[in-house]
């Protein structure tokens, strides 16, 4: 059974002193559901938000990690340290990994693999620019890097994976799919994933829309039924994120 799955996406804001803040402000707002919740934040304030939301429910997230355990590669960081710090997810293959630093569907499928050898949840980003939403060829695009992400990964493990569905045009610029067209990227994915699997496989997975997700489109967006939460941005940020994950 799939269950609801939010997750915020803090990108490069938030100090260690306003994180711990936010997370205090969180835990009271926060009403424990079927809906599963997670901050993914930058690598600081992982260990001082797992401490924070340890025994609510509240899940802790990375947003990269390198596929290789270890070795000389100045800047990253491993799996291992994500272990060891205890997060739960980590988000990979982010549009803005990709544009600023040159990520592959190969590295992101290296990423995946790596991450499931592990407790710790991928969550794939896939999403296409808006000159390709134009020409028609976004569910193509979508479908590539799905499969590309997936390859050579067996179904026991894939059905771990959590593919986030985010159309790069609506990341932080108020713009937002309607509910019809993020339902129907989403279902061409799950059909996608069923054509790579199966249907059992394809049932199983959780795909998140995310692009300018708010307090006042969450409910009707996830209400669709290849809509299985959200990777939400900008209102993240605030405890106000509160009323996107309590949308029920």
Same mark, same amino acid.
């Given at each position: 059974?799939?269950?609801?799955? !939010? *997750?915020?996406?803090?990108?490069?804001?938030?100090?260690?002193?306003? *994180?711990?803040?936010?997370?205090?402000?969180?835990?009271? !707002?926060?009403?424990?559901? @079927?809906?599963?919740?997670?901050?993914?934040?930058?690598?600081?304030?992982?260990?001082?938000?797992?401490?924070?939301? +340890?025994?609510?429910?509240?899940?802790?997230?990375?947003?990269?990690?390198?596929?290789?355990?270890?070795?000389?590669? /100045?800047?990253?960081?491993?799996?291992?340290?994500?272990?060891?710090?205890?997060?739960?997810?980590? &988000?990979?293959?982010?549009?803005?990994? +990709?544009?600023?630093?040159? #990520?592959? @569907?190969?590295?992101?499928? +290296?990423?995946?693999?790596?991450?499931?050898?592990?407790?710790?949840?991928?969550?794939?980003?896939?999403?296409?620019? $808006?000159?390709?939403? =134009?020409?028609?060829?976004?569910?193509?695009?979508?479908?590539?890097?799905?499969?590309? *992400? $997936?390859? =050579?990964?067996?179904?026991?493990?894939?059905? +771990?994976?959590?593919?986030?569905?985010?159309?790069?045009?609506? !990341?932080? /610029?108020?713009?937002? *799919? /309607?509910? #019809?067209?993020?339902?129907?990227?989403?279902?061409?994915?799950?059909?996608?994933?069923? #054509?790579?699997? @199966? @249907?059992? /496989?394809?049932?199983? &997975?959780? &795909?998140?829309?995310?692009?300018?997700?708010?307090?006042?489109?969450?409910?009707?967006?996830?209400?669709?039924?290849?809509?299985?939460?959200? $990777?939400?941005?900008?209102?993240? $940020?605030?405890? =106000?994120?509160?009323? &996107?994950?309590?949308?029920?």
């Amino acid at each position: 059974m799939r269950y609801p799955f !939010i *997750a915020g996406n803090w990108k490069m804001y938030k100090t260690i002193a306003e *994180a711990r803040a936010f997370a205090e402000e969180f835990k009271k !707002i926060y009403q424990p559901s @079927d809906v599963r919740v997670a901050v993914c934040a930058p690598y600081p304030q992982l260990p001082f938000l797992v401490e924070a939301f +340890r025994g609510t429910g509240i899940g802790v997230g990375a947003q990269n990690v390198h596929y290789e355990a270890e070795g000389a590669f /100045t800047g990253e960081i491993s799996i291992p340290m994500l272990e060891e710090i205890g997060v739960d997810y980590c &988000i990979v293959g982010h549009s803005e990994r +990709r544009q600023y630093f040159n #990520e592959s @569907d190969d590295t992101v499928n +290296r990423k995946v693999k790596a991450l499931l050898e592990t407790k710790i949840v991928p969550i794939v980003c896939v999403g296409e620019n $808006l000159q390709q939403k =134009d020409a028609g060829y976004e569910r193509q695009l979508v479908s590539e890097q799905v499969k590309n *992400a $997936l390859h =050579d990964i067996p179904p026991e493990k894939a059905e +771990r994976v959590v593919i986030a569905y985010e159309p790069i045009w609506a !990341i932080g /610029t108020g713009k937002v *799919a /309607t509910t #019809e067209q993020a339902e129907e990227v989403c279902a061409a994915i799950r059909a996608c994933i069923a #054509e790579v699997y @199966d @249907d059992a /496989t394809a049932a199983e &997975i959780r &795909i998140q829309y995310g692009g300018s997700v708010n307090a006042g489109n969450a409910a009707e967006l996830f209400a669709k039924p290849d809509i299985d939460g959200g $990777l939400v941005g900008g209102a993240s $940020l605030k405890a =106000d994120f509160g009323k &996107i994950v309590n949308y029920k």
